[in-house]
């Protein structure tokens, strides 16, 4: 979500902000191309994180590999949008904050035990 650099994580620059940054230098084409650009990133993201981590493909069922994608692509967008218009921008401290108090520990304890898992589950005798 915060790969994508649009709200509430666009730090960078805001779409009300229209009058700073690199949005000046743009016509009406080359800005809605820009803009373009921007959603197919969200549309590549969501449908990258599908694949990686939905998956989408059943090795008993491969001819719906189409469908479940699209629809599982679409889920992912339609939450994405719906963050989006649901919380606000962060300012870069909140922001900070979130990232080094929350996620950062959380995604180091999700790692620990990802790798301890295996190695406390082989002691474990079978049932």
């Not at 218009?85 to 401290?93: C, N």
Request: hydrophobic share 45%.
């Amino acid at each position: 979500l915060a790969e994508t650099n649009r709200a509430p994580f666009d730090l960078t620059e805001g779409e009300s902000e229209l009058v700073s940054g690199f949005n000046v230098e743009y016509a009406a084409g080359p800005f809605a191309l820009l803009f373009l650009a921007e959603y197919t990133n969200i549309l590549l993201m969501n449908t990258l994180s599908c694949i990686l981590f939905m998956s989408p493909g059943d090795l008993q069922h491969q001819e719906m590999f189409p469908t479940n994608l699209m629809m599982k692509t679409t889920l992912l967008t339609i939450s994405f949008l719906w963050v989006r218009a649901s919380y606000p921008r962060f300012r870069y401290d909140q922001l900070m904050h979130l990232l080094w108090k929350h996620f950062l520990p959380l995604t180091l304890a999700m790692c620990m035990w990802h790798i301890s898992l295996p190695t406390s589950m082989s002691i474990t005798p079978p049932t």
